[in-house]
């Protein structure tokens, strides 16, 4: 690999820089804070309450460059599809339980 500061050829596992003496560690983790890696409120209200599928698309395209927002999205996006599967549930019981009381007012 390449030095980030100074461009010289280094080791793959080198951390500093034979060349200019560079942590080439601490250069990598400053390139990712510089990319904004921040959880995005917008996808994840969205994934949360609407669109699931966004969350997700959200993690795939995100996970490389940001895997703090992409992990934040998919975590609100399983949010929103048990929300909505809790849902479901509900409506299911409450449509049986009115089916039932349906039957009870004819037999009685
Ligand atoms: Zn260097």
Do not use: R
């Not at 959880?39 to 703090?68: A, E, R």
């Amino acid at each position: 690999m390449y030095c980030p500061n100074c461009g010289s050829s280094i080791n793959e596992n080198a951390e500093i820089c034979v060349h200019c003496g560079v942590n080439v560690l601490k250069f990598d983790t400053q390139v990712t804070v510089v990319k904004n890696d921040t959880p995005n409120m917008w996808v994840n209200i969205l994934s949360l309450c609407c669109f699931p599928i966004i969350g997700v698309i959200i993690y795939f395209v995100w996970k490389d460059t940001q895997p703090k927002a992409a992990k934040a999205a998919i975590i609100y996006a399983l949010f929103g599809i048990a929300i909505k599967i809790i849902l479901m549930i509900f409506a299911f019981i409450i449509g049986l339980t009115a089916e039932m009381m349906d039957d009870s007012y004819y037999y009685e």
